[in-house]
């Protein structure tokens, strides 16, 4: 079965430091991989996702995150987190599996707080 | 920018009772699904909806909940008999083009309580 996991439950930063969340996925076959945001209180918004083709990926308000295939990781990455940036963050995958609905498979989360 | 939409945003209702969560996914989207959020926990698929019918469904999905398109617009989840461990956030979603085209847009969500 597949399954994502997110090593860091809960991150302290202070604004400007890099910010790094691991996300590791079990599955052998061709995958889709996302992160999602979720501000408190607030739905889950899409920061970036990798298909196909480069590795690095490039998503909105500065983050980006690597595929490394051999390590089966999807890490996000932001040179310099602010404040607004406290969040949880979850990382998922769906499998390219013929006849399913493309469900995604949600890792734990990882909770976000950027002190000022 | 299009949206998902799910109505309403927050349930309080009593064990036992039925409920049913709305959502209005994106009207060229061709895949729907809910998902939910307990309190503290991830987000967990429960079910994927395609051509009018169930595509994949969680062992979450049992007997008591049921997913509609009654209209071509709404698409609704319905949970029977509620019970205490019901209480959730309920997250709509869809998708043009499913697993491989990916783009799912979330809905704000729905808090269920059930008390």
């Known amino acids: 079965a597949q399954s994502v996991s997110q090593h860091n439950h809960h991150v302290i930063l202070s604004e400007a430091a890099s910010l790094e969340l691991g996300c590791n996925y079990s599955y052998g076959g061709t995958v889709n991989l996302f992160w999602y945001v979720q501000y408190p209180g607030q739905h889950l918004q899409l920061l970036l996702k990798y298909f196909s083709g480069d590795p690095l990926v490039k998503g909105i308000k500065g983050f980006e995150a690597e595929f490394i295939k051999s390590k089966f990781s999807f890490n996000l990455r932001k040179p310099s987190v602010q404040w607004s940036d406290t969040a949880e963050y979850f990382c998922?995958?769906?499998?390219?599996?013929?006849?399913?609905?493309?469900?995604?498979?949600f890792g734990q989360g990882t909770e976000l707080s950027v002190k000022p | 920018e299009p949206e998902v939409t799910q109505t309403p945003s927050h349930q309080v209702t009593q064990m036992g009772q039925e409920v049913i969560l709305r959502c209005v996914p994106i009207s060229n989207h061709l895949y729907f699904y809910w998902y939910r959020q307990i309190l503290g926990q991830k987000v967990e698929f429960l079910v994927s909806?395609?051509?009018?019918?169930?595509?994949?469904k969680s062992e979450i999905f049992d007997d008591q909940f049921s997913v509609e398109r009654p209209d071509g617009s709404n698409f609704t989840l319905k949970i029977r008999s509620t019970k205490l461990e019901d209480s959730a956030m309920y997250f709509c979603?869809?998708?043009?083009?499913?697993?491989?085209?990916?783009?799912?847009?979330f809905g704000s969500g729905t808090r269920l309580t059930v008390v």
């Open positions: 979603a869809s998708s043009i083009g499913g697993r491989l085209l990916g783009g799912y847009t």
């Open positions: 998922a995958v769906n499998a390219q599996i013929y006849n399913q609905g493309g469900k995604l498979i």
């Open positions: 909806f395609y051509n009018n019918e169930i595509s994949e």
